[in-house]
């Protein structure tokens, strides 16, 4: 982490032991730093059982946490000076605070998962992310509501974390499934926050290293390898302004390429007698596999989910997953440029022509990147909005910052809410020591 955003994160710190100091909690205090992700490339592959490339983002949530001696759960987000409660169990009453749903989700299922878990928590937290905007603040949300709960019961010590969760990817995996409502292993699930989603976003927030972007394989995930990033490069960030929600009226605009995914998967697994439980595992099965796929996305007839869009869906998921992203690493490995930029451009032009999920302002900021230098660009999370990432030089980030959000704000005068900022690959979620 740079020592500017250090410094920032230490201030904040401060400002949480004084809200904890003014609200009362336990003295006994942990700390923890969850980050953002950047999905540099790998875009709805994850769920699909492809390939991403991760890293972290310098910005996430600070947060404080404190055990308790009943099962009450208190967030207070001092940011914005809102409170949350409720109880550690597994059919809590919601409270009416939008964002609770994160963090309700998440100890609803400990309470399902984990019997030992018996200690509430007070916590206070303040997140720098922009919220809503494709940098997986939401499953940020998630990991730290988790760390708080799991701090104060010692889940790593029982029975059932034990037996269930022996990697950091085995973890993350977990915790995607918290989100999504499924169940890992002997762990059951339960409703999620109502996304049909992957692991790849806690993936990142748990697993990436500082400096790093790393390549991983989902379903099961698997870490591939990873490649340093040139310090004389850094990570421009455009928050577009257009929220990029994982609830309400997107989420159907979301999971409507997870159920296509699931169709794929569904007709193959039935046609020929087999029950993988990924597209990745079935493309990976057999040297038959993808031309029989072919074969049975024309010969459908399903008018709810039209032949076209689920060839689209099929033919993105195999060029990012097989051609995409290991060319893009090779590239970055090798420090050619052009070859990166020229990948991460087809992997853009895929998402807005087969995926269909881009809007007007975040495929302006990934072609105007480009036209102001930027080595390579691209949008990136659910898509429907959000971000899109620039690779520039680091002494000309601020000049870029400037140009670009310049454009922008020529282009879209009405996205006022849109954020730039420089980033280097930070380091996963942590406890900080107190």
């Known amino acids: 982490m740079s020592a500017e955003s250090a410094e920032g994160k230490a201030k904040v710190f401060d400002e949480l032991v004084h809200a904890a100091d ?40 600070c947060i404080l946490a404190s055990a308790r001696n009943d099962r009450g759960i208190r967030f207070v987000d001092i940011s914005r000076n809102s409170t949350a409660r ?5 059919a809590p009453i919601v409270p009416p605070t939008s964002w609770a749903i994160y963090p309700v989700t998440v100890t609803r299922r400990i309470a399902q998962n984990f019997p030992s878990a018996q200690s509430g928590v007070d916590v206070v937290f303040s997140s720098d992310l922009p919220r809503a905007a494709g940098m997986s603040s939401s499953s940020a949300f998630v990991v730290a509501a988790f760390f708080c709960v799991a701090a104060a019961n010692n889940l790593d010590q029982s029975e059932e974390f034990q037996a269930n969760i022996q990697t950091k990817e085995d973890l993350a995996t977990y915790l995607g499934c918290v989100e999504n409502g499924s169940s890992f292993r002997l762990l059951a699930g339960d409703v999620g926050v109502g996304t049909f989603g ?17 390549q991983f394989t989902f379903c099961p ?13 850094t990570f421009v960030i455009a928050s577009s302004g257009v929220a990029s929600e994982k609830t309400g009226d997107q989420q159907q605009q979301y999971n409507r390429l997870s159920v296509a995914t699931d169709s794929i998967l569904g007709m193959w697994n039935k046609v020929y007698g087999r029950s993988v439980i990924s597209l990745g595992c079935a493309v990976a099965s057999s040297s038959e596999a993808t031309p029989q796929i072919r074969d049975l996305i024309r010969a459908q007839a399903d008018s709810s989910v039209p032949a076209a869009f689920l060839s689209n ?16 690493a090779d590239a970055l490995r090798q420090s050619n440029w052009s070859e990166f930029g020229r990948v991460v451009d087809l992997s853009q032009s895929y998402a807005e022509e087969l995926l269909e999920n881009q809007v007007s302002e975040t495929s302006f900021l990934a072609r105007s990147a480009r036209e102001l230098g930027a080595v390579a660009a691209s949008a990136f999370g659910a898509g429907f909005g959000g971000s899109v990432w620039a690779l520039v030089e680091s002494g000309k980030s601020a000049e870029f910052i400037d140009a670009w959000a310049s454009s922008y704000r020529h282009r879209f005068p009405e996205r006022e809410s849109a954020r730039f900022f420089a980033s280097k690959c930070g380091p996963a979620a942590q406890e900080i020591a107190v």
């Open 22 to 61: 003014h609200l009362a909690f336990n003295k006994q205090r942990r700390l923890f730093h969850v980050p953002g992700r950047i999905e540099v490339l790998g875009k709805h592959t994850d769920y699909a059982g492809g390939r991403s490339l991760l890293c972290c983002v310098e910005k996430g949530f």
């Open 86 to 90: 409720w109880e550690l169990t597994s």
């Open 198 to 214: 992957g692991s790849e976003d806690h993936t990142a927030i748990i697993c990436c290293q500082a400096g790093q972007i790393s």
């Open 221 to 233: 995930t698997q870490f591939e390898r990873t490649i340093a990033v040139p310090t004389e490069l």
């Open 313 to 328: 869906r099929f033919e993105q998921f195999i060029a990012e997953t097989y051609e995409i992203v290991p060319a893009a």
